[in-house]
Each structure stands twice: as structure tokens, then as C-alpha cells.
């Protein structure tokens, strides 16, 4: 039946859609709130999937290595904004930029010092089990990883919208002079939100870990996908990323089985994405102005 | 005005370019066609960013034109240099219908697309490869019978052609509109300068040298292959040698080339260290001195300026 061959192609584009959105809320949410954009953010997902790695070799399972990924890319986070990105922050934005793609740079290096370049992965005893619902299949990993993102999404929506913390968040996105003039200390914000976002790539890092090879510039893949997703759903728009997302994932599955050549044209697909919103939607699905 | 000391400092200077040839060795001269590339390179982004446009597509207009060259070539046989032209031509072209999509938004739009330019274009080619079941690499023969003096006097011309491009431009009424967007794209629009069309101008112009520069690369290598022209690292030469050298200044681009080329190549023996420097310096550049060497130079002139006597 073709119809279920169809379905089963978009249920995995959606599964791998989880990542994706973690990966980009991380993003738009530094964009939002520091207005600086972060071309380092990929590294974080790198160094979450190697994090993970590491501690199944050492017997912890990767939905446990969540509770080591969070506080350790937080630290890194804290650490980074305080000494690369503050001190650039009222610089011009091709500054900010220059800085953030010479820190991903180092950071793959590094990566590529310390662990060897080959692919490694983390084989779970789910990582080749498959699941069978109703005729349509899909990796029981992928669905572990799907579960993780999903999980830590609802968390993520539930601390922004319903929080303290949430509404300051978005009162320093709409308008930072009103929101300082209300006594929120943007400085602090500025720390939590970064090492926030840190954390989410790391989540987004472990999570990956389950479904897909990591290698030292694991992240350099990620981040044309997670910009392509930005942009889909607007700057700054955390609600747009996530439909952007779960559009990204869909259609990289899709081309990915019906395309003459497969998943090979991965980036390709981000690109044409992105020229096809800059054509129609200049500003993404939920952008005003 | 042009000084007469700066006069004679070019007319030197291409006179050495044009002995070095028989100063140095078979290897070294290598090195300087290396060089050479660079400073095309290093110019013709620098030439984007005086509009305050970050060009991450670097390797994208590169590999249009060394493709073009080298499917020119196999396609109708053009004579090498004639190849070399139409990859320039078409990169131009390409970057013409690019910049119409994308020059409209600013700065961050711009940087994402071109990046994903280079990725896609990179993915296609090995696609179309593998669909049609080429071999992913294509020999050509190489330029001038393989004579690397005479590769280097071309790809001299071109480098030689990309710096006057850039000091004329420099020199104009269109620097001033550069500028201007640069620093204050509303004011220019409020001023009567049409941003989009200046910003499309000056990536027409920079991606026409960066093809010719992609199409010398196959007949100077003979060989070709799509990792090699779509590669992230020529877009990386393309950011960090004008702010190593000083971004929108007219000598800092060459500077940056000329010295990070050379320190690049004579560190070969540790490759990812390679990659780690490159990445150290753009976050050192950012962080202390975001005017490159010669902005740098000229700050320390202000401040001190018994340290530089008068004739500098």
C-alpha cells in the first residue's frame, strides 16, 4: 500500500523533527534575548553527543547522561558568555558573528584533537529494534530520541510561558529599555539565557547520540539545518522553530526516500528551503514587521 | 591624488613580483601562486564587506567557476585561459541572481544563504556524480604544459587586476556608498543611495574574480573534485585574511593573505592545528584588535607618534 509507505516516510521525518527543534530553540532563544547569533551553537549538540558517548562506554545509559549533559554544557555556556560573548555584545553584528564562527572553529578542532576523526555511536540494546505500528515502521532509537526532545520541549514551553523566569524572558525580547526600567537585571538574564541555550544543544547532543553517527564536526551538520529552521520560523520566534522543524524533518524524509540518490541531498534540502522563504516569506511563518 | 612615494612603493613591488619567479625555488613559487590565490580571494570578500555583507559563500562562487572551467573544457575544448574567463563570467552571473534574492535582507540572512549555497552546490555536484555514475574526481590537463612560471604570471595579472579593482573602488563616489550602508543603511536609503543595488554591485564584482580564481584551480592542479572546490576552508581564507589584516582597509586583505598563507603552509605538518589557529585568530582578532595589522598600526601611530618617524 502506498499510502502507508508515505506515512511511514513522514512519521520518521517527524521523529528526527524533535532534534531539530531542540537544536534551533537553542538558537532563536540566544537570538531573542541577546541578539547575538550564535554559530558556535552546533558545537554544544557535538559535545552533548560526545558527553553521551563517553558515559555509555562507561555503562550509563543516554537517557541518564541528560542529568551529566545539562549541568556540564551549562558550565561551558556561563564560561563562554562571560569571557567571548558579553564583552561583544553592543558590537556590530559582523563582529558578533566573526566571533561565534572562530569559537565553533576552535571547538571542532579541539574535538578533533582530543577524539579520533572516525565515526563512533552509541548502540543501545533498542538501537536496532524496530517498531511496528498499524504496518508503519519506525526505529525504536528514534522514537527514544524523540521522546527525550519531546519531553524537555514541554518543559521548555511550560518554563517560558508560565514562569518568573519565562515572563522576564520575554519582556527583555520585546523591549529591553522597558523591561530593565521594571527592574529586570538584563546582565543576568543574559548569563541564565546562554548557558540555557547550552544546555538545550547538549540535550539535543545526547539525543542524537541515539540515531546517528558522532564525529568531531557533528555540529557543522547541524547548524546550516538549525539556521535553515530559524529563518523558516522567524528570528527570535520559539513557537515558529518548532513548526519549522517538524517542516525540515518532514521534507528531508521525504527527499530522502523519493529522491533518485537518497538522503544525500540532506543540506540541500535546508538550502532550497531557506531561498524558497526568502522569496516568499522574508520574515518566516510567524515574523512581523 | 596618488603620492609619489606610494607610486614607487607598487612600482617596486610589482617589479619583485615579477622576478620572483627566478629568486626562488620550485616549491616556494608554489607557495607564492598559493598566495596569489589568496589575496584574490581575501580582496574580493573584502570588497562585499566595505557594504557591511558577510559573504560565508565563498567556496560557493569559487567552485562555480572552477566547474564551469573544467565542464567548458570538456564540453566544446576552449583554450585554458578562455575556460578560466567563462568561470569567472559564470560565478558573476550566478551571484548576480543570488544577490537578487538575498541582498534584500541584511546581514545574517546573507551569511546563512551563502553558506548554504556552498553546501548545496557542494551536495549536487557529488550527487550528480553518483546518479550518473562518473567517477567523483575529473582530470584536466594542466595549464601551459605544467610550466608553474607561467601559471604564476597568470594568476598574477588576475591578483594584480582584483587589487586596482579594489583601490579604484576605493577611490570612488561608490566607496562613499559603500560606506554608508555600511555603517547606517537607513540613513543611506534616506539619502538617495539604493542599498540592494550597491550591495549586488560589489558581490557581482568579487564573485567574477572568485571564479576566475576557482577556474585557475583545476588547470593549475589537473585534477578537480567536489569536496576540494566546495570546501568550507576557502570560505574561512576569504573571512579571516581581511580581518587579520584589517577588514575595509585596501592593504589589509593582501597583508593577511600574504602572511597567513605562508605561516599556513609552513605549518602543514600539524593539519587540525591548522583549523585551530585560523579559529584562535578571528576570536583574538574580534576581541583585541577588531581593526586587523594595519588598522592596529594606525592607532599606535595616534598614540605614539615618535615610534613612526615621518617618511612612513
Known sequence: MPDKIFLTVIINGVLIAGVYALVATGLTLVYGVLRVVNFAHGEFVMIGAYLSYYLFLSGIPPVLSLLFAIPALALLGLFLQKFLVNPVLKAPEINQILLTFGLSLVLQSIALILFSPEHVSVRTNYSSLPINIKSISFGAARGVCFFMAFFILLLLHYLIKFTDFGKKLRAIQEDKEAAMLRGINAQNLYYITFAFAASLGGIAGVATSVVMYIYPLLGYAFILKSFCIVILGGLGSITGAMLASLILGVSESIVGFYAPGGSGWGEAVAFILIVIFLVVRPKGIFGSE | ?312
Not at chain 2, 613591488?13 to 607557495?31: K, M, Q, R
Not at chain 2, 562562487?61 to 578562455?82: C, D, H, R, S, V
Not at chain 2, 593577511?256 to 587540525?272: C, D, N, P, W, Y
Request: positive net charge; contains cysteine.
Open chain 2, 1 to 312: 591624488m596618488v603620492s609619489r612615494k606610494t607610486l614607487i612603493f607598487w612600482f617596486f613591488s610589482v617589479i619583485f613580483a615579477g622576478l620572483l619567479p627566478y629568486l626562488i625555488s620550485l616549491y616556494n613559487l608554489h607557495i607564492s601562486i598559493y598566495v596569489l590565490q589568496n589575496i584574490i580571494i581575501a580582496v574580493s570578500w573584502n570588497i562585499v564587506a566595505m557594504t557591511g555583507q558577510m559573504s560565508f559563500g565563498t567556496a560557493g562562487f569559487f567552485g562555480i567557476g572552477a566547474y564551469t572551467a573544467t565542464f567548458m573544457w570538456e564540453l566544446f575544448k576552449f583554450p585554458t585561459i578562455l575556460n578560466i574567463f567563462l568561470g569567472g563570467f559564470l560565478a558573476a552571473v550566478a551571484s548576480l541572481i543570488f544577490g537578487l534574492i538575498c541582498l534584500r535582507m541584511r546581514g545574517i540572512y546573507f551569511a546563512v544563504t551563502t553558506l548554504g549555497l556552498t553546501e548545496a552546490l557542494r551536495v549536487t555536484l557529488i550527487m550528480v556524480h553518483a546518479i550518473s555514475f562518473r567517477p567523483l574526481g575529473t582530470s584536466v590537463p594542466v595549464m601551459f604544459g605544467g610550466l608553474k612560471q607561467y601559471a604564476y604570471y597568470f594568476i598574477l595579472i588576475i591578483g594584480l587586476a582584483s587589487i586596482i579593482t579594489e583601490f579604484k573602488i576605493m577611490k570612488s563616489k561608490m566607496f562613499y556608498a559603500f560606506t554608508s550602508i555600511r555603517t547606517d543603511e537607513d540613513g543611506a536609503t534616506m539619502i538617495g543611495v539604493n542599498p540592494t543595488r550597491y550591495k549586488i554591485i560589489a558581490f557581482v564584482i568579487s564573485s567574477f574574480f572568485i571564479g576566475i580564481a576557482g577556474g585557475f584551480y583545476p588547470f593549475y592542479r589537473g585534477y578537480i573534485e567536489p569536496a576540494a572546490v566546495f570546501d568550507v576552508s576557502i570560505s574561512i581564507v576569504g573571512i579571516i585574511m581581511p580581518l587579520f589584516g584589517g577588514l575595509y582597509t585596501a592593504l589589509g586583505p593582501i597583508i593577511g593573505a600574504i602572511v597567513l598563507t605562508i605561516l599556513s603552509e609552513k605549518l602543514r605538518f600539524f593539519l587540525t592545528a591548522n583549523q585551530l589557529i585560523y579559529g584562535l585568530i578571528l576570536v583574538i582578532a574580534i576581541l583585541f584588535m577588531p581593526k586587523g595589522i594595519v588598522g592596529s598600526i594606525n592607532s599606535l601611530r595616534e598614540k605614539y607618534p615618535f615610534l613612526f618617524p615621518k617618511a612612513m
